[in-house]
């Protein structure tokens, strides 16, 4: 079975662009979440969709949204990037429920100048 | 208030030792925990989970952890460690006060030297 897939895995974009990530989950994964990982602050806890419904959500602000499809592919959009912006962003999804392990993707690189 | 804590931010051990690897939470009710390992310029790996049942869990590549509700902590262990175990482990809780949201420790960087 296929992974957690990340696209791009690379990215460099300037203060105040716009950028869309990525994330197909696990086939048969209805749950998708997504974090933020920088040095100084950790693992941050962005959304989680399931079934096409945002289930959960971070202490993020409205620059930072995401949304689920039908197929439960995943994409998150981050607008008017500020450099503080510049992290690993990590999709996990898992198959359902509370109880359920997630499985991650390599992460895409975001790096904002 | 942090659901989960890692108190040691650095372990380090000698090949064929023992490792512990602390992790302790503050969620109400019954928490779902779990263990996951980074390595690095990697995504994060599932370890092992505590949801109900034996305190003692077994997971991948030997992990254990044991689930003390009295303590509440979650520690991991590996009774004999490979240098190939360094890397960045992270605990992380279900807080059902939290809406099920899943929150994971500062981590804990790993270095085991030949």
């Known amino acids: 079975k296929a992974g957690v897939t990340q696209t791009p895995r690379y990215l460099i974009k300037t203060r105040g662009q716009q950028v869309t990530l990525s994330c197909s989950p696990i086939?048969?994964?209805?749950?998708v979440s997504w974090y933020q990982q920088t040095p100084g602050q950790g693992l941050q806890f962005l959304f989680e969709?399931?079934?096409?419904?945002?289930?959960n959500k971070g202490n993020f602000p409205g620059r930072f949204s995401g949304r689920q499809f039908s197929n439960s592919r995943s994409e998150m959009n981050v607008s008017t990037l500020e450099l503080g912006d510049s992290a690993l962003y990590l999709c996990a999804s898992s198959w359902a429920g509370d109880s359920y392990e997630q499985y991650f993707g390599p992460g895409t690189r975001l790096t904002v100048t | 208030a942090q659901s989960v804590a890692q108190p040691e931010d650095q372990v380090n051990v000698a090949e064929g030792n023992p490792l512990t690897v602390k992790c302790t939470y503050s969620?109400?009710?019954?928490?779902?925990l779990f263990w996951y390992v980074q390595y690095p310029n990697r995504g994060l790996q599932f370890l092992l989970k505590y949801i109900t049942g034996d305190n003692l869990v077994k997971g991948s590549y030997g992990f254990e952890a044991e689930f003390n509700k009295s303590q509440t902590s979650f520690h991991l262990k590996k009774p004999s460690a490979l240098v190939s175990d360094s890397a960045l482990y992270f605990c992380?809780?279900?807080?059902?006060?939290?809406?099920?949201?899943?929150?994971f420790g500062a981590g804990t960087t790993v270095t085991v030297r030949a």
């Open positions: 969620v109400s009710g019954n928490p779902y």
């Open positions: 992380a809780v279900r807080d059902i006060r939290d809406d099920y949201k899943l929150s």
């Open positions: 969709y399931f079934s096409e419904t945002q289930r």
């Open positions: 086939s048969g994964h209805r749950s």
